[in-house]
């Protein structure tokens, strides 16, 4: 794909699901998907529509069909994308319960999965290229499967303020099209200038304050083509960094899900029981705005991409000491620019299960 052919890609892409917002969001309001806010947990103070995610599919869907290799993976991997964009409506419209989301989820996981998208090994770091990890036969289906379902509901669980998924998507986004750029890989380059378009295009509506909310229509589709885009375009070359890399370009929905369930079992509490000990939750009670909160994670979230940048296209030494400056950065700024007054969390917490709060 030459340079003109990704900038049409990601224009088509942009402008589709930005002009579908408004249609958008009077299916939304027609259906009922509206998140109310009627108790003081919520952040906003008027009915916002949800549902907003099916403008960034829309818009993925239709540019990945004009500039995107319909192969075999490709099938699965959109196959798979319908089951959890039609799931995630259906949550939007009513609550469903986690346990009958979470089966359908592993559903369409196995769909990729069995079209070809799979972990067959992970390198690592500091260590010799021969020293890898290799999984053969029914391990390898389920470690994939696992990845695919976890980073879904990852992103998922980070969706807790105006923008901060959508956002954090482009950033990942992006990072995973420059390093499949530097590898040459065309498909991944493809799709993921697609989906960093999808999400620019549905910005506009959802930064604070948002008029519409992308629902878990939108950020567990995020997830799962993030998290299929990263088999496809990091467990596959033999590098030193297989398994950092990914793991650094998700590294902020990542992190807060796995703290989340360390801490709830610590607690001895039920590790889908939402609390609010997220990364957005703290800096909030912390005495940031919400606009505030959004470009701290922002630019976390940025400089762990570009350290896996700097990893894959320059020297793995390199990229660990900057990531190293990273948790510098974030450790100091929470320390020092932090309000030590709480504010009021009756009116600082998003919604657990709705609107753009999850667990």
Same mark, same amino acid.
């Given at each position: ?12 892409? %942009? ?35 949800? %549902? ?268 660990? %000491? ?38």
């Amino acid at each position: 794909m030459n340079t003109l052919n990704i900038l049409l890609a990601l224009a088509v892409s %942009l402008l589709i699901s930005f002009l579908s917002v408004p249609f958008v969001k009077n299916i939304a309001i027609k259906a009922g998907a509206i998140d109310y806010p009627k108790d003081g947990r919520r952040m906003h103070k008027s009915p916002i529509p949800r %549902l907003g995610g099916l403008s960034i599919f829309y818009g993925f869907v239709v540019s990945t069909l004009c500039f995107a290799d319909l192969n075999r993976q490709m099938l699965g991997i959109l196959l798979g994308a319908l089951i959890i964009v039609t799931l995630g409506v259906v949550d939007d419209i009513k609550v469903l319960k986690a346990k009958p989301k979470f089966i359908v989820q592993i559903i369409a996981a196995i769909l990729p999965v069995a079209f070809g998208a799979r972990i067959n090994f992970v390198s690592i770091p500091f260590l010799n290229n021969s020293s890898s990890i290799a999984f053969s036969g029914i391990l390898s289906y389920v470690i994939t499967i696992i990845w695919i379902v976890g980073v879904t509901n990852a992103v998922n669980l980070i969706d807790g303020l105006d923008g901060l998924a959508a956002g954090v998507s482009t950033i990942a986004s992006a990072s995973i099209f420059f390093i499949a750029l530097i590898n040459g890989n065309l498909f991944v380059t493809t799709i993921s200038v697609i989906l960093v378009g999808s999400c620019l295009g549905f910005l506009p509506y959802n930064l604070n304050p948002a008029t519409i909310f992308m629902g878990d229509t939108g950020a567990t589709f995020l997830g799962y083509i993030m998290a299929v885009m990263s088999i496809q375009g990091m467990f596959k070359s033999y590098t030193l960094v297989t398994f950092v890399i990914p793991v650094l370009i998700l590294g902020l929905p990542i992190f807060d899900t796995s703290f989340a369930i360390i801490r709830r079992l610590i607690h001895h509490k039920p590790i889908m029981e939402a609390d609010r000990g997220h990364m957005h939750h703290r800096l909030i009670d912390m005495g940031f705005s919400q606009k505030q909160t959004v470009s701290i994670l922002y630019t976390i979230s940025s400089l762990l991409g570009l350290s896996a940048i700097v990893m894959e296209g320059y020297d793995t030494l390199t990229g660990f %000491l900057l990531l190293l400056s990273v948790i510098v950065f974030v450790v100091l700024a929470i320390i020092f620019a932090g309000n030590p007054t709480p504010k009021d969390t009756k009116i600082s917490e998003k919604p657990d299960t709705k609107g753009q709060s999850k667990q």
